[in-house]
């Protein structure tokens, strides 16, 4: 496994550096469970807005190690949650999730008052990408 070259970067951030649909996995008492979530790449992370309540966060919680799955592209990592989409040190990826989800963001699904409204961070471990033939094997954790 290589570390995160600057061309599976570009790929990366071509690909998923705006709004894109990842299969999600998580685990509970030995199961698993796969969801469909809007996701934005950047920086060898993946970050969802969601709620803090919700299935997925409860099984974070218990396991923080999940898988996912995208266009040619499927990696494990390390789900984190950021904690309430308004707070002032969210302020940052707030703004690139706001922009990147412009087409729905505000259709009245989320409730950005609602302080269990959260930003999902899955900081990337290892993965795999294929691209025009090519296959990546990437250690993101390697990368600098």
């Known amino acids: 496994m290589e570390k995160l070259s600057k061309e599976a970067e570009r790929i990366m951030e071509e690909r998923f550096g705006k709004?894109?649909?990842i299969a999600l996995a998580t685990t509970q008492?030995?199961?698993?469970?796969?969801?469909?979530?809007?996701a934005y790449y950047e920086n060898r992370a993946f970050y969802v807005i969601t709620y803090g309540l919700s299935n997925k966060m409860k099984q974070i919680s218990q396991n923080p190690l999940v898988g996912i799955a995208g266009d040619w592209f499927t990696a494990h990592g390390t789900g984190i949650n950021l904690g309430y989409f308004g707070k002032p040190e969210n302020g940052e990826i707030a703004g690139k999730l706001r922009k990147a989800f412009a087409e729905w963001i505000d259709n009245g699904h989320n409730d950005f008052q609602d302080e269990n409204t959260c930003i999902l961070c899955i900081r990337l471990k290892d993965g795999i990408l294929f691209s025009h033939g090519t296959r990546y094997e990437i250690d993101f954790e390697g990368a600098s």
Do not use: E, L
Not at 29 to 38: E, F, I, L, Q, S
């Open 19 to 21: 709004d894109t649909v």
């Open 29 to 38: 008492d030995g199961a698993a469970h796969v969801r469909y979530v809007n």
